[in-house]
């Protein structure tokens, strides 16, 4: 029998510094005696065999003795995925409900009783509880996975046929009234432009202003209630992942979170031999587990998320990409930040950046645009009172509040951009947390088009789906968010679709005619210039101490050079735009796992402590 494990520390020890190095020297000892156990038995069984002993209960593997589908029935498939218990069979007036502990089985058995009469708690491992879960509540999970989002904020029922029609409609008055009033029409479209890159430009100074002057922070509260750690799930999906699951693994393994807190899940697709090859050629530790997510009508990242939901264990679920490389603390940054707020705090979003920010040229920038990103403009959105466009991965949610706004938008290809604008209608609050992950800077040019492509159709389909009311969005947001959305989305849209006619001023300078020649006055045209001129200086400017922050000065050199890196986001959007007509629901899968990290520190360097074990049969539909 596993020895038994060491009473998890409380929130409130953690929050002290202290107690933060004793939650850290127990989760080393704790990880050391799990993966020594794990070399000889299945950690979940031993723990199943142990409660089912504690309450004097039978153990049953529902793989080897299958459930009555007719009780499964008669609960509800749903209930049976959110509550984790499996009505089994009924004997002798007496129905006999599956379990992973006798907690789960607590919480409803109210339920349990009302429906059935007569229950009775039978133990099952959480592996084998899994896979009787998926087997039996097929549809439900399949359901949930696509549809978990309300119709009404959600783009599944996205028209890509109208869609191309409204914006050929669109286009073709565009031209004709280029070609019917030139001049008016050309002034038009670029008092517009000029108009965006003001608030654009507006939007990075206040940003910055904050960033320089930051609030002062306030004492944190003494936390008198001894509350456990928290269970957190981390999903990971992985799609045609050849080459990097080995040091996915090995990152993970970094984190100094107590291993019988977390749950890591890697979710693969059912059709995705390359990623389950991978992963079978790879030892994990006990505390992951792969999660195969059936095939669908279609294949996404968020309809991938959304069923592994259903299988996760903890009140806390965060996200990490195939890349990624966290902070060792980072878990406990954000189980210590989501004790000391309220419950409007739904989501804390951690600061990415890349560890292969010295790749090449194309690296350098996309390092300077994420510190921008990260680092000043979203901390400055979220001090302005703004809704804040989620970033894909570092992101953590109370699983209560996820479930209750229907999780991702499995059809959005931008289901984190939606999410964050969801979670600030429906009153909930996004706040940035001091935790940087590293990740894979996409460092080659039609890759990375490709990848912005698919970024910016989904911020387009996100504001189209958000805009269907916009009195209800006026109404959710109030009129100050509801101007930030406009500004985030309509403004980054159009920003890069009409960057042509913005860098077209720029033929005045070699004296090539322009079409508002002679139309501008001096004053104007000379305005026009100061404004291009100005928000140059503020871009560089921004940057620079944006880089600075992430300790990486030496880009400062770099930052005048994203002028000619943002035409490939102009590139983008036309490519984004294109498909939103054509196939809206398109997932352009980024590659990973092709440049090295060009740090001074190797990001997946293997754990010693941390002896892995065969990749598991992973949770299934069949």
């Not at 549809?147 to 409609?169: L, P, Q």
């Not at 921008?372 to 302005?384: A, M, Q, Y």
């Not at 006026?474 to 989305?489: E, K, Y």
Request: aromatic share 10%; net charge positive.
């Amino acid at each position: 029998m596993a020895k038994r494990l060491a009473e998890p520390f409380s929130v409130a020890d953690v929050l002290t510094p202290s107690g933060t190095a004793a939650a850290r020297a127990h989760a080393a000892l704790d990880r050391a005696q799990r993966d020594d156990s794990a070399l000889r038995y299945r950690p979940t069984l031993i723990d199943a065999q142990h409660q089912a002993g504690l309450v004097g209960t039978s153990l049953i593997d529902p793989e080897t003795h299958p459930p009555d589908p007719r009780l499964i029935a008669q609960f509800g498939a749903h209930l049976c995925l959110k509550h984790r218990v499996l009505p089994w069979r009924s004997t002798a007036g007496r129905v006999t409900v599956l379990a992973a502990s006798p907690e789960h089985f607590l919480r409803v058995r109210d339920a349990l009783t009302v429906i059935f009469g007569r229950v009775h708690l039978a133990i099952v491992a959480p592996d084998n509880l899994d896979l009787a879960l998926s087997k039996t509540c097929h549809s439900a999970l399949m359901l949930n996975a696509e549809m978990r989002t309300v119709d009404a904020e959600s783009c599944r029922n996205w028209d890509a046929g109208k869609a191309f029609r409204w914006g050929t409609a669109v286009l073709a008055a565009i031209l004709a009234c280029m070609i019917i009033w030139p001049t008016i029409s050309f002034f038009i479209l670029c008092g517009w432009a000029v108009f965006t890159l003001i608030l654009n430009t507006l939007l990075k100074i206040v940003a910055a202003v904050f960033h320089v002057f930051p609030k002062p922070a306030k004492p944190v509260p003494a936390n008198p209630e001894l509350v456990h750690l928290p269970t957190v799930t981390i999903l990971v999906p992985l799609f045609r992942e050849r080459d990097i699951a080995g040091a996915l693994v090995s990152r993970l393994s970094k984190l100094d979170y107590p291993t019988d807190r977390l749950d890591v899940c890697l979710v693969l697709e059912a059709d995705d031999g390359t990623t389950q090859d991978a992963l079978a050629a790879t030892q994990l530790p006990h505390w992951m587990r792969a999660i195969r997510v059936p095939l669908g009508t279609l294949q996404t990242k968020p309809r991938a998320l959304n069923y592994a939901l259903s299988f996760a264990k903890g009140s806390i679920i965060g996200v990490y990409d195939a890349e990624d490389a966290p902070a060792p603390d980072q878990i406990h940054v954000v189980v210590n930040r989501f004790a000391q707020t309220g419950p409007d705090v739904a989501c804390l979003q951690g600061r990415l950046d890349f560890y292969n920010s010295h790749s090449n040229w194309l690296a350098r920038c996309f390092t300077v645009e994420y510190a921008t990103w990260f680092r000043i403009i979203l901390p400055g959105l979220e001090r302005l009172k703004l809704a804040i466009p989620l970033g894909g991965t570092t992101l953590f949610f109370r699983r209560d509040t996820l479930e209750k706004l229907g999780g991702w938008d499995a059809h959005n290809v931008t289901e984190d951009a939606d999410l964050g604008i969801r979670l600030a209608r429906h009153g909930y609050r996004t706040e940035i947390i001091d935790t940087v992950t590293q990740e894979e800077a996409n460092a080659r040019a039609w890759p990375w088009v490709k990848q912005r492509s698919r970024w910016l159709k989904g911020y387009a389909i996100t504001y189209g789906v958000h805009m269907r009311n916009p009195l209800k969005l006026w109404r959710d947001l109030g009129a100050w968010r509801f101007f930030g959305v406009q500004l985030l989305f309509a403004g980054t849209i159009t920003q890069f679709l009409l960057a042509p006619l913005l860098w077209s001023f720029w033929l005045m300078l070699f004296g090539v005619p322009h079409p508002l020649d002679g139309v501008l006055s001096q004053p104007v045209a000379l305005t026009f210039a100061a404004i291009f001129l100005l928000s140059e200086i503020v871009g560089i400017t921004v940057s620079a101490i944006a880089v600075t922050s992430a300790k990486k000065p030496d880009l400062i050199k770099w930052t005048p050079t994203l002028h000619f890196y943002f035409p490939l986001a102009a590139l983008a959007a036309y490519k984004g735009i294109i498909e939103l007509a054509t196939k809206p629901f398109y997932w352009d899968k980024t590659t990973h796992g092709i440049f090295a990290a060009t740090g001074a520190a190797e990001p997946d360097q293997p754990v010693v402590n941390a002896p892995p074990r065969p990749l598991p049969h992973p949770v299934a539909a069949e």
